[in-house]
């Protein structure tokens, strides 16, 4: 996922034959319609074509297009980071960055990146990705989201819940000036998380990237100019 000034156009036109999927004797309706969407989905085409692991990239550097948070970052963290996507898109388009990235599912290495394999709600977590990074991070960003359930005021409150534990890692250990990039569902960023961002960024704002398939609740918060925690952190 990186914003090497790749353009998003072609979004949804896509282009080229649409391919329709036969129900398999052991596929279900819903694994068709699934595998049907991703044959056709001219962002997976690009991402393949493009070598990216994934069509997320494509919302990264769709909002790094429109806020422009990229260039200028040179120590990132990668919250929910496989399959590496975003990573891919930071690293593109600023070759010199430092990125550590964590999951809890594995991801295939990625040169200049370094990978943890572990849960970012352990306690652990937080001092292991500042190790990893070797300094404090100027950009975070978190793709995260919970495994949904089927109920939408669940799965907003445990995906917001994730952003909420991203945005204090944040606030914790952003360099001033530094930005924030998650993603959250419908509805936004609830009050708690809007008040502890406007508080601590000079600049809050949500978008929903062309990018993001038409029908997908999902929704970003981007928060730049971090206003630093007066603790004289200035990463050196």
Known sequence: ??????????????????????????????????????????????????GYRSRAAYKLIELDEKFGFLKKSRA????????????????????????????????????????????????AAP????????????????????????HPQTDHLRTIGL??????????????GGAFVAKVFAGGADRELLTLLKQNFTSVKHAKPPASRKGSPELYVIAQGFKGRGDGATGD
């Open 76 to 123: 990132v963290v990668d919250l929910g980071i496989t399959p590496g996507g975003w990573s891919q898109v930071v690293r593109q388009a600023n070759p010199r960055a430092r990125v550590a990235g964590i999951d809890l599912l594995h991801c295939e290495p990625i040169e200049g990146v370094e990978i943890l394999e572990m849960d970012f709600m352990d306690d």
């Open 163 to 176: 952003a909420e534990t991203a945005a204090d890692f944040a606030v914790q250990n952003l360099l001033p």
């Open 1 to 50: 996922m990186s914003g090497s000034g790749k353009k998003s156009s072609g979004g949804r036109s896509g282009g080229g034959l649409h391919v329709r999927v036969k129900t398999a004797r052991k596929r279900s309706v819903s694994s068709t319609r699934w595998l049907q969407r991703q044959l056709n989905d001219p962002y997976v085409r690009r991402a393949q074509a493009e």
């Open 127 to 150: 001092d292991a990705l500042i190790e990893a990074l070797g300094s404090a991070p100027d950009l975070v960003i978190s793709d995260m989201a919970a495994n949904t359930v089927g």
